[in-house]
């Protein structure tokens, strides 16, 4: 979509700190980081968010939690373990409507919700 923010990182438009990319993903830092290691990984196809999943766009999960698998280790993150969270929509607190899974590691999160 043209004036997502996160479609325009993909396209090149608007500058990110890339760790990791594919034919279907990339991952990038956040911009404002809630861990010492914060990434989104973020499908370039633009869907909203988990609730626009739906048969014909569902494949795009695997290809977000390869990456996952890929990306925390590269950022030798793996082992030790992180956090990953899905906002969605206004009460999960998502601001960004493009679908992104955040990975948050380099730190124990004894803080719990659930
Ligand atoms: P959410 O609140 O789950 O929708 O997450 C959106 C995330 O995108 C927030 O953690 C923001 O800090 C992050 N963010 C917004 N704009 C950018 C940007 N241009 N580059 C990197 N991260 C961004």
Redesign the pocket.
């Known amino acids: 979509m043209s004036d997502c ?2 479609c ?2 993909i396209k090149g438009e ?4 890339k760790v990791y990319e594919n034919e279907k993903v990339v991952v ?7 861990a010492p290691i ?1 990434v ?1 990984v973020v499908p370039k196809v633009h869907i909203e968010s988990l609730e626009a999943l739906n048969q014909d766009n569902i494949g795009v999960v695997t290809d977000i939690h390869a990456a996952i698998l890929e990306t925390t280790r590269i950022l030798g993150i793996n082992e030790e373990g992180y956090r990953v ?3 969605c929509g206004k009460n ?6 493009h679908l ?1 899974y ?1 990975i948050l590691g380099g730190a124990r999160f004894d803080e719990k919700i659930i």
């Open positions: 923010v996160f325009k990182i608007i500058p990110s700190s990038f830092r956040d911009i404002n980081p809630a914060h989104l969270i899905v906002n999960g607190g998502q601001t960004v409507p992104h955040h």
